[in-house]
Nanobody, 124 residues
C-alpha cells in the first residue's frame, strides 16, 4: 500500500506564491506517474499538473501554464507543486495522486492513490 501525505497550502494574497509537497511512503513504486488535482466548491475535481516518474515528462492545465511548476525528488519520493502569481480562481482543495502506470492521465478515476487534500485560498 502507498500512502501520500501532503503539506503546504494556506492563505495568500493574489499575486503571491505557495508550494505544495506530496511525500509517498509505504510500498512505493519506482515508475508510476503522479499528478496534482484541485477541486473548487461545486465543481468537479480537475487536473492541474502531472509528471512521469522516469523521464520527468510534465503536463499542465492551460489555466496554470507559466505560473505553476511540478517537480519531483526521486530520492525523497516527494513531488512538489510551486504555485506563483496566484489568482483568486486558483482557490480550491488541492490533492496529489499517484498511479501505478508510467503514463499520467487527466482523469481522476485513473489514479490509484490520493493524498488527504490541502486548502489553498487566494484572496483578491
Amino acid at each position: 500500500q502507498v500512502q501520500l501525505v501532503q503539506s503546504g497550502g494556506g492563505l495568500v494574497q493574489a499575486g503571491g506564491s505557495l508550494r505544495l509537497a506530496c511525500a509517498a511512503s509505504g510500498r512505493t513504486f519506482s515508475n508510476g506517474a503522479m499528478a496534482w488535482f484541485r477541486q473548487a466548491p461545486g465543481k468537479e475535481r480537475a487536473i492541474v499538473a502531472a509528471i512521469s516518474w522516469i523521464r520527468g515528462t510534465t503536463y499542465y492545465a492551460d489555466s496554470v501554464k507559466g505560473r505553476f511548476t511540478i517537480s519531483r525528488d526521486n530520492a525523497k519520493n516527494t513531488m512538489y507543486l510551486q504555485m506563483n502569481t496566484l489568482k483568486p480562481e486558483d482557490t480550491a482543495v488541492y490533492y496529489c495522486a499517484a498511479v501505478r502506470s508510467i503514463y499520467y492521465s487527466s482523469s481522476p478515476a485513473d489514479y490509484d492513490y490520493w493524498g488527504q487534500g490541502t486548502q489553498v485560498t487566494v484572496s483578491s
